[in-house]
Each structure stands twice: as structure tokens, then as C-alpha cells.
């Protein structure tokens, strides 16, 4: 019933505009047949019939030149009658055509007088007539006479006649002449009001027809908007709820005031809105625990989580705290969950700034990774770099933090993070059981990251990366060569790197630090000794305390006692105790 209902309505109202819109469209038909009467007259009747009384004129200029034409033809000493007959012939032609042209103005200005249907001055057009018939009638009255006379003088050779009688011709012919211009003047006059009658119709069928439309337009919408107020109103607060839930807001719901199908669609989407909010708790609950890109981007892309896994090239992250253990053991439980939380917090933002993915924490250790679909492969490296810069410069300001979270002036402990990426080729998917799924990269360059980190204790330094991710970075980081190392588990060694600053904020004691190391670091591997003890010595010089500068120096004095093995490269062996 309720259906069939808003049908009516809905049909009621494109019902009720059809009529409206035929009611506007009849009107302005017949508002516009009455100018297409009015214009017809004025170009069908009033234009011709001023046309014929103007020709009228230039038929009585014709007939006066043909009269002259005749005089001078047959006055001359000898009278040259072939063109006398032709002037004559023309002549008389003439007089027949000017009366059909003032015959055919009357009878224009007569069909304008009968019809009922304009809005004419009837009494001056019928003056016109008057004008017009009594000019004619009396024109050919004395013209009669006065041809009569002419050629009776013409052919008794009556020359002074001839002169008197064409005298009178010509202010025949100009008294008519002002008559007619007379009758024109006025019937122009009549042109005019016939034409400003056009337009006034004209103006007044469009005037009506916007008034009409207008009528329509407001009927139509007071009409719809009574009918269908109580089926839009329940379906507008449908929308503004809809538009909640896409800013995101789900904490509202949809009153409902009918028990019809739009009240039984409101009471469904306040049900989809409580599921949302559901399931948003549980986003938000779980997206602590797991990551919201990867998160989204199995939800988005199910894809990447293909269990079988895909091989890719990854910047891999390891960061721990240094210190930590000595630390825990001087603070309470809860001193030391307020410790790992405000350092996991300081380390993660850096990582999540510049695009990485915390894949887990492993007590105060923070395994990340960079790469595919998460970011450029070619920006990874660079991020992965600039993001253990950012984690550096957060110590200073997590040392002061520290005394104060746990209401003590210091610490047992000096704490400091120790950082180690690499860049290589790693499997990456869904790894787990199917009680359990974890997304993850796995392989050895992300053995090589871990055992980078753990390296930096052996070098007294903060951040090692790998030879690939160096040679990635090298246009955005300023890098320096730390050592050739054997990582545990591989065979091959290769090169590390230590990141000092970002391109183009190198101090200058970095420079010189940097520069003595480097000649150092090429003595030490071709056995000069003294060479690469002086090196290291400068390099101290320039930044004292610097780590790696003294492992190598403590190295040199030690080979300088016991020479190293026949075939040895320069390569440490990490396991090396």
C-alpha cells in the first residue's frame, strides 16, 4: 500500500507539472500566434500599401517625362512623329499602371480597415482612402483636360499655348505630388504605430509567458514540496548519516520516525553503523599490535600476502638499546615498562616518518624494513639512513627524559642505541601457521642487519650499514668506511659503513675525522703500522673518544706484537673474540 502510495504521489506530481507546463505552452502559442498576425499585417498590408503609394509618385514623374518627350518630339521645325507615337504610346501606358498602383494601395488599406482581428486606427485609414481616391480622381479630371487642350495645341502648331498649357501640367503634376507625399507622411505614420503595435504584442507575449512560467515553476515546487516532504525528509537524514559515516564519525545514529521501508532502511543503517563502529575498535585495537599499513595493504591488496612469499629487494633495520641490561636491573617492573615504553615511542617515530615498517619488537630491540609496496625501491636505502639519523638525534633529548619519567636526578646507566641496516634481496610475505600469521622478511640480509648492529659494540659506534645499502645512500648521506668484516654465518667480507651526517652538514671535524681515518684504514690493510698508528692518532686528535678509531688502533698495537696470519686481507671476523 505504501509503495503504490509514493507512486502516486510521484505521478501526482509530474501529473500536475505536465498540466502546468501544456497550460504555458498553450498560452504562449497563442500569445504568439497574435504576433504572427500582427507581424503579417504590418509586412503584408501596411509595407506594400506605403510601397504602391511611393511608386505612385515615380509613375507621375514617368508620365510628366514621357509628356515632355511628346512636346519636344512634335514642336521641333521638323516635328519627328516616330518618337512623338513612341512618347505618346508610352504616355498612355503610364496612366493605366498609376491607377492600378493607388488601386492596390486602397485595396491594401481596405483589408486593414475590415479586419477586426488589430488593433488599426481605422478612421485614419479610412481618411487615407479618401485622400488617396479624391488625389487620383481629381489628377485625372484635370489631366484629361489639360492633355486635350495640349494636343490640340501641339497640332495646330500653337506654340505659346503649348508653353501656357505645359505650365499648368507641371504645377499639376506638383500639387499632386505634394498630396501624395502628404498621404505618405501619413500612412507611414500608420507604418510605424502598426510596427510599435508588433513590438508592444510582442513584449507583452513574452512578459506573460515568463509571468506563465513562473506561475508554473513556483505551483510546480510549493506542489512538490508539500507532496514529497514526507518522503525526502526521512531520506535526507539517510544521506546526512551516510555523509557521517564517510567523514568517518560513527557515533551517531538515524531517528526513526515511520515504520514504512525508508524507517525499516534507517533502523538497517543504524545497524551497519554499530557493525562499523565494531569493527573499529577492533582496527584500532589491533592496529597496535600489528602495523596499519600492512594491515590495510592485506585488506587492499591481498596479494602481498601471499603465503608462498616473493623475493624482493629490502633495506632491513635492527636497533637496540645500549645499556638496557644494566639499566633494568636498577629500576622496578613498572620503571622499566615506562623506560621501554617512552624509548620504543622516541625510535619508532623517526622509522614511521620517513615510510618505514615496524615488523615487531623483541624486547628493547626494533626490527624494521623498507621496500615494496610500502615504498620506491630506489628511495629505500635513503630513508631507512635518514631515519637512524633521526633516531640518533633522539638520544639527547630521551637522556633528559629518562630521570624525569622515573622521578630520579640520574640514571644508572648512560643509554644510547646501537643501529645496523642492509640492503639486499629478501623473501617477503605471510609467514606462520594457520593459528597464526605474521607478515615478515626473512633471509640473510636480514641476519646481516642484526649481526650490523651487534657490530657496532666491537666499534664503539652507533650505526653500521652494508656495503649495498652505502653504495644506495651515498648522494643523500655523508658515509665513512669503517672496516671489512666477516659477519657470522657468511664466508665473504664486505665492507661496512658508519653514517656520520646528512649530505652537505659534514663539520669540519667530521672531515678531518673522516680523512685521517680513511689513510689509517689503508695502512692498517697493507701492514704499515706505524703509518696507520699516526692516522688514527690524528683521527682521535680531531674527534677524541671516537670508537672505531681506537678498535683499529688497539688492533695495529696488537698485530704490532703478533703480525697477523700469511694471507690475510684486512677482513675481521666478527665471532673473532
Known amino acids: 500500500m505504501f509503495r503504490r502510495s509514493i507512486r502516486q504521489k510521484i505521478a501526482g506530481i509530474a501529473a500536475g507539472l505536465i498540466v502546468l507546463a501544456v497550460i504555458a505552452s498553450l498560452l504562449s502559442m497563442v500569445l504568439?500566434?497574435?504576433?504572427?498576425?500582427?507581424?503579417?499585417?504590418?509586412?503584408?498590408?501596411?509595407?506594400?500599401?506605403?510601397?504602391?503609394?511611393?511608386?505612385?509618385?515615380?509613375?507621375?514623374l514617368e508620365r510628366s517625362l514621357a509628356l515632355r518627350r511628346m512636346v519636344m518630339a512634335k514642336m521641333q521645325a521638323l516635328p519627328d512623329e516616330v518618337?512623338?507615337?513612341?512618347?505618346?504610346?508610352?504616355?498612355?501606358?503610364?496612366?493605366?499602371?498609376?491607377?492600378?498602383?493607388?488601386?492596390?494601395?486602397?485595396?491594401?488599406?481596405?483589408?486593414?480597415?475590415?479586419?477586426?482581428?488589430?488593433?488599426?486606427?481605422?478612421?485614419?485609414?479610412?481618411?487615407?482612402?479618401?485622400?488617396?481616391?479624391?488625389?487620383?480622381?481629381?489628377?485625372?479630371?484635370r489631366l484629361v483636360e489639360e492633355n486635350a487642350t495640349l494636343l490640340r495645341q501641339m497640332n495646330d502648331g500653337d506654340t505659346a499655348g503649348v508653353k501656357q498649357t505645359m505650365a499648368r501640367t507641371d504645377q499639376l503634376r506638383d500639387e499632386f505630388h505634394a498630396r501624395i507625399e502628404s498621404i505618405r507622411t501619413d500612412m507611414l505614420a500608420q507604418v510605424a504605430a502598426a510596427a510599435n503595435n508588433v513590438m508592444t504584442a510582442q513584449n507583452r507575449a513574452i512578459v506573460i509567458s515568463a509571468i506563465v512560467t513562473a506561475i508554473a515553476g513556483v505551483l510546480g515546487f510549493v506542489f512538490a514540496m508539500l507532496v514529497g516532504s514526507g518522503i525526502t525528509r526521512p531520506v535526507m537524514r539517510l544521506l546526512e548519516g551516510a555523509r557521517e559515516v564517510e567523514a568517518g564519525r560513527l557515533d551517531g545514529s538515524i531517528t526513526i520516525t515511520t515504520q514504512d521501508e525508508i524507517g525499516q532502511l534507517s533502523a538497517a543503517f543504524n545497524r551497519m553503523i554499530e557493525t562499523l563502529r565494531h569493527n573499529q575498535r577492533i582496527r584500532e585495537t589491533f592496529g597496535r599490535y600489528i602495523n596499519p599499513r600492512i594491515a590495510e595493504g592485506l585488506l587492499e591488496q591481498p596479494a602481498i600476502a601471499a603465503t608462498e612469499?616473493?623475493?624482493?629487494?629490502?633495506?632491513?633495520?635492527?636497533?637496540?638499546?645500549?645499556?638496557?641490561?644494566?639499566?633494568?636491573?636498577?629500576?622496578?617492573?613498572?620503571?622499566?615498562?615506562?623506560?621501554?615504553n617512552l624509548y620504543l615511542a622516541t625510535m619508532s617515530e623517526p622509522i614511521n616518518a620517513q615510510g618505514g615498517i615496524i615488523d615487531k619488537y623483541i624486547g628493547d630491540a626494533i626490527m624494521a624494513y623498507w621496500g615494496a609496496p610500502f615504498v620506491e625501491e630506489a628511495e629505500q636505502a635513503d630513508l631507512a639512513a635518514l631515519a637512524a639519523l633521526d633516531m640518533i638525534g633522539c638520544v639527547a633529548g630521551l637522556r633528559k627524559e629518562l630521570p624525569e619519567l622515573l622521578g630520579v636526578r640520574t640514571i644508572p646507566t648512560d643509554c644510547d642505541v646501537r643501529i645496523g641496516i642492509a640492503t639486499g634481496e629478501a623473501l617477503v610475505g605471510s609467514i606462520g601457521s594457520r593459528?597464526?600469521?605474521?607478515?615478515?622478511?626473512?633471509?640473510?640480509?636480514?641476519?646481516?642487519?642484526?649481526?650490523?648492529?651487534?657490530?657496532?659494540?666491537?666499534?664503539?659506534?652507533?650505526?653500521?650499514?652494508?656495503e649495498?645499502?652505502?653504495?644506495?645512500?651515498?648522494?643523500?648521506?655523508?658515509?665513512?668506511?669503517?672496516?671489512?668484516?666477516?659477519?657470522?654465518?657468511?664466508?665473504?667480507?664486505q665492507a661496512v659503513f658508519e653514517i656520520m651526517a646528512r649530505k652537505g652538514e659534514f663539520t669540519s671535524q667530521q672531515t678531518l675525522l673522516r680523512q685521517h681515518y680513511s689513510e689509517g684504514l689503508a695502512a692498517y690493510r697493507e701492514r704499515r703500522w706505524d703509518d696507520a698508528t699516526r692516522a688514527f692518532a690524528a683521527a682521535l686528535d680531531a674527534v677524541p673518544g671516537d670508537g672505531p678509531s681506537m678498535t683499529l688502533m688497539e688492533r695495529v698495537d696488537a698485530y704490532t706484537k703478533t703480525p697477523p696470519a700469511a694471507g690475510w686481507d684486512g677482513a675481521w671476523q666478527m665471532d673473532r673474540k
Open 83 to 141: 518618337a512623338y507615337s513612341a512618347a505618346r504610346k508610352a504616355y498612355e501606358d503610364i496612366d493605366p499602371v498609376l491607377i492600378g498602383e493607388a488601386a492596390a494601395a486602397r485595396k491594401l488599406i481596405d483589408s486593414i480597415i475590415q479586419d477586426p482581428d488589430t488593433p488599426s486606427n481605422k478612421a485614419e485609414l479610412g481618411r487615407i482612402d479618401d485622400r488617396i481616391d479624391n488625389a487620383i480622381s481629381d489628377l485625372r479630371r
Open 468 to 493: 649495498a645499502t652505502a653504495s644506495a645512500c651515498a648522494h643523500a648521506i655523508e658515509l665513512r668506511e669503517i672496516d671489512r668484516l666477516v659477519a657470522v654465518g657468511q664466508t665473504q667480507s
Open 309 to 340: 612469499g616473493q623475493r624482493r629487494l629490502m633495506t632491513v633495520m635492527f636497533c637496540d638499546m645500549k645499556g638496557f641490561t644494566s639499566l633494568s636491573e636498577g629500576v622496578t617492573p613498572r620503571g622499566l615498562v615506562k623506560i621501554m
Open 435 to 466: 593459528l597464526m600469521m605474521s607478515y615478515t622478511v626473512l633471509g640473510d640480509t636480514v641476519n646481516l642487519a642484526s649481526r650490523l648492529e651487534g657490530a657496532n659494540k666491537f666499534y664503539g659506534c652507533r650505526c653500521l650499514i652494508s
Open 32 to 60: 504568439a500566434s497574435r504576433v504572427g498576425h500582427l507581424l503579417d499585417e504590418l509586412t503584408n498590408r501596411y509595407i506594400p500599401a506605403y510601397g504602391h503609394l511611393a511608386r505612385v509618385n515615380i509613375r507621375s
